[in-house]
């Protein structure tokens, strides 16, 4: 028995406009549920990470207090809020795995959570622009600007791949439908998503709204524990890789789309696994804008650069494709509130690899990846994930 950190329970709500006020109700509704999944009291957690990204989104900061606040049993438990942009939600799971291992805890408790849609929709994108560097890209005026100029910059070397976009947001959307969770639960369809018009109109560069992943609210929780905490749970997912690696800040001291810092991360996940992308049974990754998962195909070892598209026109990244990506629609369909979506994209596929998936079971699920980024894959975080039991 070791302190490898083991994921044991899990909990997902509903992504979207939700009834829930605020971080605190957000926090509550995934928090028992988790514990209770794991067959855990709240007695056994030793230690609470809370990733919430906020930015201006709610006024009530110290969101790692509001744990005990929503579920007053953990009041007294030692709990950190960890931020890191978009992957927010990795970075906190990362945290617990990390004291895990550091022997100085057995249990952990791991909320995302964000509250988006109570600013105005125009602002969202404003709030979003501070994962940028905004000495050089406040210009873009919104987040959605930023990957618009990464779009236009790899279409200026690629040539037009705005039909590719169309198509993995269609197939997200697709995927979307089966995922109760799910934000936009519609499939949306190839000729909808490829024709600018009222309804999908140009948000930034060449980006038509369908290529941009929504306002959410929502939230997700993990309880992972050392394999000698673990001994009778009932379900128990273990991490066969992780890294983290970072990228500069400002898209002007780096090639803008090659994502190098993701091809780090990914690598050493990989490395540690001892494994190929290709090995994997399916991939959760960061889909904020179809631009990104397009360009994740490269970064990932999918297909050589610049030929992301071969994956697409090919259907590899289909529900029955060579390596299934975002079988639960992605943040495209899912939605992507910050906080919470690192937490959920390890969620989903533990629900995969235990068969608890439901309608957006893949087969034969064995081995799963997951790559979340905070900003313009800045910050990035690789996992690769196998059931212990």
Not at 76 to 89: I, K, W
Not at 224 to 234: F, H, K, N, R, V
């Amino acid at each position: 028995m070791t302190n490898r950190p083991l994921m044991t329970g899990w909990a997902h709500s509903r992504f979207g406009k939700a009834e829930a006020p605020d971080i605190e109700a957000l926090v509550a509704e995934v928090a028992i549920s988790a514990i209770r999944h794991a067959g855990v009291a709240p007695a056994d957690i030793d230690a609470i990470y809370v990733g919430v990204f906020n930015g201006g989104f709610s006024r009530q900061g110290f969101s790692a207090a509001l744990v005990g606040m929503a579920v007053p049993e953990l009041a007294h438990v030692p709990a950190t809020r960890v931020e890191n942009a978009c992957s927010t939600g990795s970075a906190a799971l990362f945290a617990a795995a990390d004291v895990l291992q550091a022997g100085r805890a057995q249990t952990a408790l791991v909320i995302g959570a964000e509250k988006m849609t109570a600013v105005p929709a125009a602002d969202a994108g404003g709030l979003l622009l501070g994962a940028s560097y905004l000495k050089e890209e406040a210009s873009h005026g919104s987040f959605a600007g930023a990957f618009g100029h990464i779009a236009q910059a790899y279409f200026d070397r690629y040539g037009d791949h705005s039909d590719e976009l169309a198509m993995i947001a269609a197939k997200n959307h697709a995927n979307g439908v089966a995922n109760p969770y799910a934000h936009m639960r519609k499939d949306l369809g190839f000729d909808f998503c490829s024709t600018v018009s009222d309804r999908n109109p140009i948000v930034a560069g060449p980006l038509r709204r369908t290529d941009c992943s929504l306002i959410s609210d929502g939230a997700a929780a993990i309880v992972l524990q050392t394999e000698d905490a673990a001994a009778s749970a009932p379900r128990a997912v273990a991490f066969r890789g992780r890294a983290q690696a970072n990228d500069h800040l400002a898209l002007s001291r780096r090639d803008p789309i090659a994502f190098s810092g993701a091809t780090a991360a990914w690598g050493a996940a990989l490395d540690q696994a001892g494994i190929g992308t290709f090995d994997l049974d399916v991939l959760e990754t960061h889909d904020c804008f179809t631009i990104a998962e397009l360009i994740e195909y490269e970064a990932l070892g999918i297909t050589d650069p610049g030929a992301g598209r071969e994956a697409v026109l090919e259907g590899w990244t289909t529900k029955g494709g060579r390596l299934p990506v975002n079988p639960s629609g992605g943040l495209k369909a899912k939605g992507h509130p910050i906080g919470a979506t690192g937490v959920s994209q390890h969620a989903m596929q533990c629900m995969q690899l235990t068969g608890e998936a439901g309608p957006t079971q893949i087969d034969g699920v064995e081995l799963a990846g997951v790559f979340n980024m905070g900003g313009a894959a800045v910050a990035n975080y690789a996992s690769v994930l196998e059931r212990v039991r």
